[in-house]
């Protein structure tokens, strides 16, 4: 598709499992953010993907959530041993190379934890 | 942590008025993003402005950024009732690839 895509869309699970939740972006991005977005806490950033570089972890809130990207295009964002508050929509942004900042957002998987 | 901060609005206008709000930040950046976002999924970018620009049109959508009082507003010029929406400022901070949103406004646009 010409957008970027999340699977699955919605997620229900219980408390302590482990979820994936994947990300195709826009082929030729570069750039791969996840961002989730709560009613508390609003939408905060979690990780960003560039290139070939180290990925920037710095807002991922605890050691229980991961996130890879394989190949410079699919991500997967993992998140063990879910707890409540994890409960959130979880967005995948991607950006070219050109852009100026401009992010395109696909429309994420609501997680609800049990 | 977030930057960007809204105006804590919830506006409700008629069609064809128009809507402002407004987003403070706290700290230098190399642009302000608006995106517009329905039904709480993924968001829709609407307009980016430069640090060293003070105004932008794009259609309907005029943005100003006042970098002295590290504020934005964007104005919707002609509602609709499809312009009812959340929208989210959204700053790209300097030296930093990642975007800081505020807590957005909500839109409600009255047919």
């Known amino acids: 598709g010409a957008g970027v895509s999340q699977s699955p869309s919605n997620k229900v699970t219980e408390k302590g499992k482990d979820v994936e939740l994947r990300c195709d972006p826009i082929?030729?991005?570069?750039?791969l953010y996840w961002y989730r977005q709560s009613l508390g806490q609003g939408l905060e950033f979690l990780i960003y993907?560039?290139?070939?570089?180290?990925?920037?972890k710095s807002g991922l809130p605890s050691d229980r959530f991961s996130a890879e990207r394989t190949g410079g295009s699919v991500s997967t964002l993992t998140i063990q041993r879910t707890q409540q508050e994890d409960s959130a929509v979880y967005l995948c942004?991607?950006?070219?190379?050109?852009?100026?900042?401009?992010?395109?957002f696909g429309p994420g998987t609501r997680l609800t934890v049990l | 942590s977030q930057q960007g901060e809204e105006d804590p609005q919830a506006l409700s206008i008629q069609e064809g008025e128009n809507a402002t709000m407004n987003c403070s930040y706290k700290t230098s950046i190399n642009n302000l993003q608006w995106y517009r976002q329905n039904s709480g999924r993924g968001l829709v970018h609407l307009i980016l402005?430069?640090?060293?620009?003070r105004e932008k049109h794009s259609g309907r959508l005029r943005v100003t950024l006042d970098t002295s009082k590290k504020s934005s507003s964007l104005l919707i010029t002609a509602s609709r009732a499809a312009d009812t929406a959340s929208y989210f400022c959204a700053t790209d901070a300097s030296g930093n690839n990642r975007l800081a949103f505020g807590k957005g406004n909500q839109v409600v646009v009255i047919p």
């Open positions: 402005i430069r640090s060293n620009e």
């Open positions: 942004a991607s950006r070219p190379r050109t852009s100026g900042g401009e992010q395109f």
């Open positions: 082929s030729g991005h570069t750039a």
């Open positions: 993907f560039q290139g070939n570089s180290a990925p920037d």
